[in-house]
T-cell receptor, first 111, second 114 residues
Framework: QKEVEQNSGPLSVPEGAIASLNCTYSDRGSQSFFWYRQYSGKSPELIMFIYSNGDKEDGRFTAQLNKASQYVSLLIRDSQPSDSATYLCAVSSGSARQLTFGSGTQLTVLP | DAGITQSPRHKVTETGTPVTLRCHQTENHRYMYWYRQDPGHGLRLIHYSYGVKDTDKGEVSDGYSVSRSKTEDFLLTLESATSSQTSVYFC?????????????FGPGTRLTVT
């Protein structure tokens, strides 16, 4: 059984702070790693993906991958109230790149 | 999700009735997926398709069947709906063999089985 674990939160940070979201996975054959943002009542929206060890930056977002530790993280710099959402970690494997999701971390950015 | 639509968006049905949910894409992507989302469980894969008439089971496929007769349409059928199938259902698409196979999601269908 492939597992993806996330801290369920909720996580609260003040506006302008760095939010740190973490994820671990069980399948060492996992190929790529994704972060989705989901606002309440909406569908998941892809914000970052990473497939090589190290850091990947995109604007205020940085994804970090450590395959030896089976660990993925997402840093959100200069957090804004509009970043308040549930963040889903997903891991792909298999010939059709099927995704296994964590249960999500609810983030609240306080004005 | 401009290129992905799901219908219906909301449905209430009774236990034991058949239900079909439709996912339609305009992106001509090869791969399509059905997920369900329940509190505390994140999203779980029900079935997926890797081409017309090519489908396979996911993690939670019991009680569900799928069909894909055209590239743009992927149907999810609950043959005899049960209360445990009350959930939000999301369709996703991917052009998997390009890049890392990122998936893009439709708007979802909220299904209530009474």
């Amino acid at each position: 059984q492939k597992e993806v674990e996330q801290n369920s939160g909720p996580l609260s940070v003040p506006e302008g702070a760095i939010a740190s979201l973490n994820c671990t996975y069980s399948d060492r054959g996992s190929q790529s790693f994704f972060w989705y943002r989901q606002y309440s009542g909406k569908s998941p929206e892809l914000i970052m993906f990473i497939y090589s060890n190290g850091d990947k930056e995109d604007g205020r977002f940085t994804a970090q991958l450590n395959k030896a530790s089976q660990y993925v993280s997402l840093l959100i710099r200069d957090s804004q109230p509009s970043d308040s959402a549930t963040y889903l970690c997903a891991v792909s494997s298999g010939s059709a790149r099927q995704l296994t999701f964590g249960s999500g971390t609810q983030l609240t950015v306080l004005p | 999700d401009a290129g992905i639509t799901q219908s219906p968006r909301h449905k209430v049905t009774e236990t034991g009735t058949p239900v079909t949910l439709r996912c339609h894409q305009t992106e001509n992507h090869r791969y399509m997926y059905w997920y369900r989302q329940d509190p505390g469980h994140g999203l779980r894969l029900i079935h997926y398709s890797y081409g017309v008439k090519d489908t396979d089971k996911g993690e939670v496929s019991d009680g569900y069947s799928v069909s894909r007769s055209k590239t743009e349409d992927f149907l999810l059928t609950l043959e005899s709906a049960t209360s445990s199938q009350t959930s939000v259902y999301f369709c996703a698409i991917s052009e998997s063999m390009r890049g890392v196979g990122e998936q893009y999601f439709g708007p979802g269908t909220r299904l209530t089985v009474t």
